[in-house]
């Protein structure tokens, strides 16, 4: 296969892939139950936890 070939390939099947992959995300973002989850690791940074540090 040469470069216009995998060019080709690229332009098409590529874009359809990342697309599928983008839509996947938003879906797994924005899923039912999620946002407990995402609250809670939004305040990791926030949290005290008991340990020392040296």
């Not at 332009?11 to 924005?30: H, K, Q, R």
């Amino acid at each position: 296969m040469d470069y216009n070939g995998l060019r080709n390939f690229a332009d098409s099947w590529g874009l359809v892939y990342l697309f599928l992959i983008f839509v996947g995300v938003i879906l797994f973002t924005f899923r039912p139950g999620s946002r407990k989850q995402a609250d809670e690791n939004a305040n990791i940074p926030l949290r005290e936890d008991d340990y020392d540090v040296r």
